[in-house]
């Protein structure tokens, strides 16, 4: 299984981002997928999930009313709108795909917001 992230960069404060995530090999059609972040000095965390069937979604708290995540099942891709940023959601952004038990992680992708 391939995860690959892409849509990262550097955006002022404020401004808006689109990070794209796509996901090919041996995937079951029922799924998670997720970004997770990691900030310098921090922890990695989770950001947005959403499954393949049903498309229930799942956002911490931080970022609830600002991002939106969103999937095509058909493609195995799912995309995160991340509007006013701020400079706490500075990190790198990695997708995840949960697929039969077994996780499977992109490289991440930079996201810098500039205050």
């Known amino acids: 299984v391939q995860v690959v992230e892409s849509g990262g960069g550097l955006v002022q404060a404020g401004g808006s981002l689109r990070l794209s995530c796509a996901a090919s090999?041996?995937?079951?059609?029922?799924?998670?997928m997720g970004w997770y972040r990691q900030a310098p000095g921090k922890q990695r965390e989770l950001v947005a999930t959403i499954r393949s069937g049903g498309g229930a979604t799942n956002y911490a708290d931080s970022v609830k009313g600002r991002f939106t995540i969103s999937r095509d099942n058909a493609k195995n891709t799912i995309n995160l709108q991340m509007n006013s940023l701020n400079a706490e959601d500075t990190a790198v952004y990695y997708c995840?795909?949960?697929?039969?038990?077994?996780?499977?992680w992109g490289q991440g992708t930079q996201v810098t917001v500039s205050s």
């Open positions: 995840k795909v949960r697929s039969l038990g077994m996780d499977y």
């Open positions: 090999g041996s995937i079951f059609s029922l799924n998670t």
